[in-house]
């Protein structure tokens, strides 16, 4: 588990990061996500330890990252935006040399082995790291940051300069490592972060400005949940039968079977609608829930938060 307590960072008068707090629980994958310099980086590199906070604490696992910084970082597996590789090594021998460096208490062949297999690099463990293509690169990156089995992985951008293909490939390994691991990865790429977070933390200029399960996003910035629905029947009939479920706040026609119903972000209508359509004798075509997209999300929260 990785807590985050009252961070703050400054730079002189810059304010880069401004009192957050948040939270990453054991297995679960969170998207630190915000525009280029929102503090997303720096927010990282306080975590790992290769920045000191100027106030605010970082628990890792328990371990103080200040004050038990080798214990703590012993728990972190930490793929910068730019892994730091030697390229005139094979990827066998620079990922050994990982394993001697970090003092690591397992059997050598057998963790390099298995650290290998799990990204994917077994065909490739003979090359010269500077030979091999960019998303073989930060293959070769991940599995230094694997190294040792540690709890908890920060990555940082780790999908940039990759194409199509190799973002899919490493969109899927840190799903998969997500259920052995607290991930928490940055990223300006709304579909990166929809694609792989359980949990989204939006930075802007420094602030937290939403702390949301990616599917609640939109209803944490408008206090309102949202129900798209196909009906069948009368216009007057269907809204009267809807507006009288409890947490509805407004029934709108959008167009031909078509309705959005906006209701009250703590409350579950969609029991209560389904029986008030039955008892209208109006049948429902479908129900799907869901508001803002993550972009208009996003928009809303980093072009001047809430209205």
């Known amino acids: 588990m990785v807590e985050i307590k009252h961070l703050t960072k400054r730079y002189g008068s810059v304010l880069a990061v401004d009192d957050i707090s948040f939270s990453a629980n054991p ?72 394993f001697d460096l ?6 050598k062949k057998e963790h390099v082995d298995e650290v290998m297999t799990i990204v994917k690099l077994k065909d490739v463990e003979n090359r010269i790291i500077r030979n091999l293509s960019k998303g073989y690169r930060q293959r070769v990156g991940l599995a230094g940051a694997l190294i040792g089995n540690p709890p908890v992985l920060i990555l940082d951008e780790p999908t940039v300069g990759l194409d199509p293909k190799q973002i899919i490939e490493t969109r899927k390994l840190i799903r998969t490592l997500g259920k052995k691991h607290t991930v928490i990865f940055s990223s300006h790429v709304l579909s990166e972060v929809s694609a792989i977070c359980d949990r989204v933390v939006l930075i802007n200029k420094g602030q937290i400005v939403a702390d949301s399960p990616i599917d609640k996003l939109s ?29 509805v706040r407004r029934v709108t026609h959008t167009s031909g079977n078509g309705y959005t119903v906006s209701y009250d972000s703590d409350t579950d209508v969609r029991r209560g609608v389904f029986r008030a359509l039955a008892k209208a004798d109006c049948p429902i075509l479908s129900m799907t829930t869901g508001g803002l997209t993550l972009e208009e999300s996003f928009l809303k929260l980093t072009e001047g938060g809430k209205d």
């Open 27 to 98: 297995g679960e994958i969170l998207g630190l996500l915000g525009p280029n310099g929102a503090g997303k980086s720096t927010t990282l590199n306080i975590i790992t330890g290769f920045l000191s906070s100027s106030e605010g604490s970082v628990v890792i696992e328990g371990y103080d990252i200040l004050d038990q910084p080798k214990k703590a970082k012993e728990k972190i597996g930490y793929l910068p935006e730019q892994p730091p590789l030697y390229p005139e090594m094979t990827v066998k021998k620079y990922l050994e040399f990982i």
């Open 102 to 107: 970090k003092k690591v208490r397992l059997p």
């Open 219 to 247: 209803e944490v910035i408008n206090g309102t949940g949202m129900l798209t629905l196909e009906v069948e029947g009368s216009q007057n009939t269907i809204k009267n039968a809807i507006g009288g479920v409890d947490g």
